[in-house]
C-alpha cells in the first residue's frame, strides 16, 4: 500500500491531521468519506480538490466514501459563511443531489467489484427516519452545547465577527454531520473523515460521537486539506463570468481548458501538485523546466491538459488545445469562414455583444452608429471615430475605415460578425434574419 498522507503532504495537501491517522492508514486498507453540499445541481472546480483526495485514497488502497448531503443540504452548512443559506424545496434538492451523484460517478466507479470499490451514500436515507425527540434525546445529550460553541465556526458567527448570529437550524448542523460519521463508522467500518479546512470543527464533533455512541475504545480519525487559494489572495474557482463548473453544459471545454491555461506561473507551480496525478519526481522536472523558459508556458500547457483530461476526456483535450492554437494563430477570414458554427461559438463565446437584424445591415448606416449606438462596441461615438482613425479596427480581420459600410457580405457562417479592436480585443455581432 501507497503512503496516503505522504502523498498528499508533498503535494501540499495536508493541514490538520489526528493523531494516529497516518498509522492508521498505513496499517490496513481504511474506509474514509468526504461529505458534498448538494447547493447546485452540478459541482464546480471548488470541488476538485475533495474528488481528487478520493481518488488518491483509492490509488493508494483505501475504500473512498462520498457523502451527498440530502439531509445536511436542507439546513446549510455555516462553516466559512457569513450568513444563512436560503434553505432549498425537497424538489430542489432531490434535483442538486441527482445531479452530484452523476458527477462523482465519473471520477468513481461505484459499480466496481474490488476489494476498495468506492460506495455513494446520501445522509437522507438514514436521516429522514429520525424525529426530533428521537434525534435530540439520542444523538444530542452526547455534546455539550459548551463543546459546539466552542468551534471557530460557531464562535465567529455568535459573536459577530461574521454575519449576524445564527439560526438554531444551522446550530445543529454539526450534529447531523457528526452523527453522519457515527452512521458510516457503524454500518461501514468508515474510520475517517476528510474534508477542507474549514470543516475541522464539523469532523472532530463526529470523531467524539464516534466515541461516546459506541463502545470504549472505538477509533476514529480526522485529516483536513488547506483551502485552495489564489497567489494574489483573491478566491480560487472563478472567472469573469462567474464559477468554473465541471459539466460541458454549465462550462464549455473550451474554457475550462482556458482557465487552467491562464494560471499564474506560482500558481501553476502550486496547482500542478494538486488537481494532477503527476509523480513527484516529474512535477519536480517540469518546474525546472518552465523556471528556465517561463515564456513557454510549459506548466500552464501541462496543467491545463492533465486536468482536462481527467475531468473531460483526452479527445476533448485535443479538441481544446485546437481552438486554442487557432485564437493565437494570424487566421484570416478565410480561415473564420473555414470553421464549424460550434467551434466559433466556443471560442468567442464571451465575446458576444448586442445583435443587428439583416434589415439593419442593408440599410444605409454608417459604421459609428453600428459600433458605438447599436452595439456599445465602443462607449461613445467619438471613441468609435478615434479608433477608426487610428487603423485599430477590423471586420471579420480585414482593417476598415470611417467609410466602411457594413452589408450582408460580412456575416460569416451565416449569423455572426467579428470585429477586432487592436490585437487582442474580439466583439461578436448576430446577425439574425
Known sequence: MKNFVEELRWRGMVHDIMPGTEEQLN?????AYIGFD????SLHIGSLVPIIILVHLQKCGHRPMALVGGATGMIGDPSGKSDERNLLDEAALEKNVAGIKGVLSR???????????????NNYDWMKEFSFIGFVRDVGKRIT???MMAKDSVKKRLTGESGSGMSFTEFTYQLIQGYDFYHLHKQYNCLLQLGGSDQWGNITTGTELVRRMNDE???AYAMTCPLITKADGSKF?????GNIWLDADKTSIYKFYQFWLNTSDADAEKYIKIFTFLA???VEKLISEHNEAPHLRLLQKRLAAEITTFVHSAEDTEDAIKKSEFVFSNYTREDLEGLSEEFFTDIFE?????????????ADTDIITILADQTNIFPSRGEARKALAANAVAINKVKITEAYGLSAADVILGKFILVSFGKKKNFVIPVEA
Open 145 to 147: 452545547v459548551n463543546y
Open 280 to 282: 513527484k519526481e516529474e
Open 237 to 241: 474557482g472563478k472567472s469573469e463570468g
Open 27 to 31: 496499517k490496513e486498507m481504511t474506509t
Open 38 to 41: 448538494p447547493t447546485s445541481d
Open 107 to 121: 471520477f468513481l466507479d461505484f459499480n466496481s467489484t474490488e476489494a476498495n470499490a468506492p460506495i455513494l451514500v
Open 217 to 219: 475504545g472505538a477509533k
Open 350 to 362: 464571451e465575446f458576444f455583444v448586442k445583435g443587428l437584424t439583416q434589415a439593419e445591415l442593408s
